[in-house]
């Protein structure tokens, strides 16, 4: 079973393994309590808790914990004079367009300096140890911790990258006297140089640990009360399951999960669909995420910000914005209409709801136009009410002096594809990939009916949307690989290295990376392994991943790392020297995935997909549409737009310009008309 909780809505995909069948379910969120959504979601489905084999979860906690200042209180342990480096950084703002923000505030720091403790120890950059751990230090450290009512302590000390042994020492030290706080040590979460980023991770991740411990207890508590008595899976950032014990210890990895399994998802049906290069479109109730993907593989990247926290951990590359199905419309004291980043969640919810919102949202604009029913919403289990949508809107107009309501709603829906198409030039243009190039792959709730009006901003002809889009974040978690990440810092020139040590290296990576996968029930042509380099030209400052094979020499490697650098930067410098960073090693378990079998479409014609016709507003008029059901599409007869597609959990909108066909695989198929 997947599970993945949206700010609205919580999905579940359902695989039974013996008849190869995948059932879905969708449940109202319940943002104070998540985990009874997910209760609620199991008796939906009606599936006997304890017949299910796994469940794999996609989780926003760390990030809403992080977003909302909801994390632990949590204290720093490092090295004698270096109790500042979260706070001095490298004296740059990295928050997006702040350069010029004449108004602009250094984040905080997660942890107060009163908070931040220093004691005598120390490691030389070269992994020499001519220090250990001072204990009477340490000692006074836990009592001052102790009475601050610390939660948390992250654990970083200069260069433990090279050598872990006091951070080790110090962390045995402390859960000896403070047994009940969370601890965090650089050396396993980040063993790697930079010492502003490895505590700077190091920090977020003990700042999570009490609250995904408390969430994660509570959820395998609710589950094992209903039957469920085997592992919780967790969806990582860079995409793999990782147990609910590794989210406990290193929930800073957790930081993407949900987005991550929808891409996963997505990934899944282009490869049966026989399409490789793809841009995934997620848009749920509360925001939405794309993300690039080339040649079936993701951009990964292992620097973030969340907040203005830099967070070094491997990371799918996935942009998020703050608009949703639920972005609340609203006008500035300028007068000038703006959409999100608010949102109405899933309590109150939309205007059309009923449930006390009184904000136009995109949802409320969608119904006002007719492209969204009143009874569309989870096959009418959720009624919307058009009346409180025009109301939402009225008010609105007024703010504005008196706008039509027919182009008030169509500019809120303008505004709100501006910003998803922006969102994904970020993640194509602007690293030099053409979107146009790419086929767009929409999920969500809200992703199809956008799809379109957004691949006509972005000059894309292709729109693959999967079977039950509004499910798919969850049907991607049952696709997904187990997967750990490992690195360790290697600084050298790239020329000069002895290929046998660099293979040695790589070995004992290797041979962790195996252990801890049969550790987890996998053998054999189960696990493969990817071998990448962190490289860059010597004298600069940051680097470029690049995949190798075992047999790949060092020029092979060079040369590799000079094309990858002209695609990321225009230019290239073979003649300079390339230096080696990190090693990386990425290990996979496989998992059995549901097959895709050929739809069966005897019986299916457009006549009987037809359930209904209504005037749908585009392109500034009204236009008589056709509404269609999803499931009784025949499969590979053109439904030529206008028209709207409507399925259990997703509306998709087909405008004048564009048609729409079923495949063999059961994808829905939008083009552009040619004859437009």
């Not at 300028?334 to 959409?339: A, I």
Request: charged residues 25%; neutral net charge.
């Amino acid at each position: 079973m997947g599970i993945d909780v949206g700010g609205t809505f919580t999905d579940f995909a359902l695989w039974d393994t013996a008849k190869d069948v995948v059932t879905f379910a969708k449940v109202p969120s319940t943002p104070l309590n998540e985990a009874k959504g997910v209760i609620d979601g199991l008796k939906e489905l009606g599936c006997p808790v304890e017949e299910i084999e796994r469940v794999v979860h996609g989780t926003t906690v760390g990030t809403n914990a992080i977003l909302q200042g909801k994390g632990a209180r949590v204290g720093l342990l490092t090295t004698r004079g270096f109790r500042d480096v979260i706070e001095i950084g490298r004296t740059q703002r990295l928050v997006p367009n702040s350069m010029f923000n004449a108004k602009f505030v250094r984040p905080t720091p997660l942890v107060p300096r009163r908070l931040r403790f220093e004691i005598g120890e120390r490691v030389y950059a070269n992994g020499a140890k001519p220090k250990g751990v001072d204990r009477e230090e340490l000692d006074k450290v836990a009592k001052t911790a102790e009475a601050a009512g610390i939660e948390a302590m992250a654990v970083c000390f200069l260069h433990s990258y090279r050598d872990p042994r006091n951070e080790d020492e110090a962390g045995r030290l402390l859960k000896e006297r403070l047994p009940s706080v969370a601890l965090s040590l650089s050396s396993k979460v980040i063993p790697e140089y930079r010492e502003f980023e490895r505590f700077s991770s190091t920090v977020v991740n003990a700042y999570l640990m009490p609250v995904m411990m408390n969430y994660l207890n509570a959820l395998e508590s609710d589950l094992k009360r209903c039957g469920y008595e085997k592992k919780i899976f967790i969806i990582s950032s860079s995409g793999g399951m990782i147990s609910a014990s590794s989210a406990q210890s290193f929930p800073v990895r957790t930081i993407l999960s949900g987005p991550a399994g929808g891409v996963n998802g997505a990934i899944h049906f282009a490869r049966e669909a026989g399409v490789s290069d793809i841009i995934t479109y997620d848009m749920g109730g509360t925001s939405s995420d794309v993300c690039l993907v080339k040649h079936l593989l993701p951009a990964v990247s292992p620097e973030h910000l969340l907040s203005g926290l830099p967070i070094k951990t491997l990371q799918m590359e996935i942009n998020t914005i703050g608009a949703g199905g639920g972005s609340i419309a609203w006008t500035d004291e300028d007068r000038r209409l703006k959409v999100g980043p608010r949102s109405a969640g899933a309590n109150p919810g939309p205007t059309s709801y009923g449930r006390g919102g009184t904000n136009p949202t995109i949802t409320d604009a969608n119904l006002f136009l007719g492209r969204l029913g009143s009874k569309s919403l989870l096959r009418g289990k959720v009624e919307l009410y058009p009346g409180l949508a025009e109301d939402s809107l009225k008010r609105l107009s007024k703010a504005l002096g008196g706008l039509e309501l027919h182009t008030l709603a169509e500019g809120i829906l303008r505004i709100a594809v501006t910003k998803m198409a922006s969102a994904i030039k970020e993640i194509s243009v602007e690293k030099g990939h053409d979107p146009r190039d790419y086929v767009l792959v929409p999920y969500g709730g809200a992703g199809p009916m956008h799809a379109a009006d957004i691949a006509e901003a972005l000059g894309i002809t292709s729109i693959l949307i999967p079977r039950s889009p509004g499910n798919l974040s969850a049907m991607g978690l049952i696709v997904s690989d187990v997967r750990h990440d490992d690195v360790r810092s290697w600084i050298r020139a790239l020329g000069s290295i002895d290929v046998r040590l660099l293979e040695r290296e790589f070995e004992t990576l290797e041979e962790r990376a195996v252990s801890f996968l049969e550790g987890e029930g996998f053998s054999g042509r189960e696990i493969s392994l990817q071998r990448s380099l962190d490289l860059r030209y010597k004298g600069q400052a940051f680097e470029l991943n690049i995949r190798i094979k075992r047999e790949d020499s060092l020029k092979d490697i060079a040369e590799r790392f000079h094309r990858r650098f002209r695609e990321a930067y225009g230019h290239g410098h073979p003649e300079r020297q390339v230096e080696l960073v990190n090693l990386r090693l990425s290990s996979f378990g496989a998992v059995d995935r549901p097959t895709l079998p050929p739809l069966d479409s005897g019986g299916a014609s457009l006549k009987r997909a037809k359930k209904d016709e209504r005037p749908v507003f585009f392109q500034g008029r009204v236009q008589g549409t056709p509404i269609y059901e999803r499931n009784l599409l025949p499969c590979e007869e053109t439904v030529n737009g206008p028209a709207v597609i409507e399925e259990d959990g997703a509306t998709t909108v087909v405008p004048p310009a564009w048609k729409a066909r079923v495949d063999s695989h059961n994808n829905l198929l939008l083009n552009r008309r040619r004859s437009e």
